[in-house]
């Protein structure tokens, strides 16, 4: 089956400087890639996602991208503020036609400091 | 439009008993998908139902197991509970139509084994 792998597992940078995590996969046939946001004791929440279709996607201090030959994707968090502190985890799914199943990553614990 | 709803939102149970676990998905969203996080393995996948019907499983035992209802909520039900499945149970839906739609996830519910 699907393997993601993520790292680092943690990272701490200050405000206002940039943060990168990065994830591999093992399925060449993973399609969709989506990162979620899990502060303390809430839900993980989608703040971006890419299609294998796609290389880069950029949604104001956040990016995304993809590289399918190295099977590999990075989370790009720019001007980060003390709210981007939290675990972020990153997963891939396949749709094999009639399902999809997203593996995650073991998660990253961001930390900004001021 | 009302997020994902997941009740209780904490139990706690001895070993050996079962439990039920609920799930309302977004209006509209006809998959609901389960997962177990807990701090050594992260998120696991579990199950996915689409219309009334299991269309994935994950690497979990038959002590795991759902269903589905017609409007679209969903059940989680763990047998003979063991030490080991204490965890956050989240739930979250998507539209289920075509590839790998963005899943929105529910606050879960933590579940502790006496």
């Known amino acids: 089956g699907e393997n993601v792998e993520q790292h680092p597992s943690t990272l701490s940078v200050q405000e206002g400087d940039s943060a990168v995590i990065k994830c591999t996969y093992s399925?060449?046939?993973?399609?969709?890639f989506p990162w979620y946001k899990q502060e303390l004791g809430k839900r993980p929440q989608l703040i971006i996602d890419i299609r294998s279709n796609v290389g880069e996607k950029k949604d104001q201090r956040i990016a995304v991208t993809l590289n399918k030959t190295a099977k590999h994707f990075s989370l790009h968090i720019t001007e980060t503020q003390p709210e981007d502190s939290a675990v972020y985890f990153c997963?891939?799914?396949?749709?094999?036609?009639?399902?999809?199943?997203?593996?995650f990553g073991t998660g990253t614990r961001l930390q900004v400091t001021l | 439009k009302a997020g994902v709803t997941q009740t209780p939102r904490y139990l706690i149970k001895t070993r050996g008993q079962q439990v039920t676990l609920s799930c309302s998905p977004i209006?509209?969203?006809?998959?609901v998908s389960w997962y177990q996080q807990t701090p050594g393995q992260g998120l696991q996948f579990l199950f996915e139902?689409?219309?009334?019907?299991?269309?994935n499983k994950g690497n979990f035992p038959g002590r795991f197991s759902g269903r589905q209802f017609s409007n679209s909520r969903s059940e989680m039900n763990v047998s003979t509970l063991e030490l080991g499945d204490s965890a956050l149970y989240l739930c979250?839906?998507?539209?289920?139509?075509?590839?790998?739609?963005?899943?929105?996830f529910g606050d879960g519910t933590r579940l502790s084994i006496l």
């Open positions: 997963a891939a799914s396949i749709w094999t036609g009639t399902a999809s199943k997203l593996t």
């Open positions: 209006s509209g969203h006809r998959s």
């Open positions: 399925d060449s046939a993973s399609n969709y």
């Open positions: 979250a839906s998507s539209t289920g139509q075509g590839s790998n739609q963005p899943q929105h």
């Open positions: 139902y689409f219309s009334e019907t299991q269309r």
